[in-house]
């Protein structure tokens, strides 16, 4: 029987604390929220314990951040689309930042195995002064186990209304878009790493931060697939294609660092779950 899963979580500033409540129906939930940064910063470990999503299952979550607070979701491991018989498997994600909320989207990757039919769609809504950092990073199958990407259909929809919308399906029978140059060249792993404002980013501000990427991707080993560009006053966009999940990881999470320590003046604590 399919799984339909949605979770609420919502941060909010009581006492000087950014404190996260939740509420869950179905197998998705908060493993634990955690403060290696002090209380100003809540860092929370969402979790799916079945593993990965089939034909028919759905997961929704919804998060929304108060006015001030600070939260930063991680996952344990992959998100994993499996085979399908045909029918889609959906996961959903609304984010809604209020005045002066700031959110960290970390998840760990989606992993698109051979036969999936999978959407994964996530929409932002952001307040006047509201900022947020995310990171979004496609596997297409396991090639490093012999099991490629040879069948399915995979569609990514991030979209922030009226500012900003991504919008892109993966066919495994495109072979064209798999393999041409003017597409993913080959690539098993796409990844891309966001940062959204609810107002208009200063000029100086947005030049400093691609600046720094720019300068970190020109001497990493994938500097002949990765970028960094303004999609426009609100947006700042890094995307790359790898070979692996783990060198576009490591370059999008260094990225993090960067514009964490110029765009908000706060050094970068990694999530504890990343060094388990």
Known sequence: MPWQARLQLDYRV?????????????????LRSLYPEGDTV????????????????????????????????????????????????????????APRARLEWLPLEAIC?????????LTLQLAPGAEFMGLDITALGLPHAGQLFESGR???????????L???QI?????????????????????TFFFVAGSPISRARRDTALELARGLIAAHPLHTTAGASAANDRVLVVRVLAP????????????????????WDRTAEAPRIWAT
């Open 171 to 191: 066919d495994a029978s495109d072979h064209r878009l798999l393999r041409g140059r003017g597409g993913l060249g080959g690539h098993a792993c796409l990844g």
């Open 244 to 263: 692996m999940v783990e060198s576009a990881m490591a370059l999008l999470r260094h990225i993090w660092h960067l514009w964490r320590a110029q765009l």
């Open 154 to 164: 995979f569609l990514q929809h991030i979209d922030v209304p009226g500012v900003w």
């Open 14 to 30: 009581e006492r000087a604390r950014t404190v996260a409540r939740h509420q869950h129906d179905g197998p998705l939930r908060i």
């Open 42 to 97: 809540c860092h929370t470990i969402l979790v799916h314990p079945p593993g990965g999503l089939v034909g028919g299952d759905t997961l929704d979550l919804h998060i929304g951040v108060g006015a001030d607070a600070h939260g930063l979701v991680t996952t344990p491991g992959a998100t994993r689309f499996y085979r399908s018989d045909g029918a889609l498997a959906l996961q959903r994600t609304r984010i809604d930042l």
């Open 113 to 121: 195995h051979k036969g999936c039919l999978a959407e994964n769609r």
């Open 166 to 168: 991504e919008h892109g």
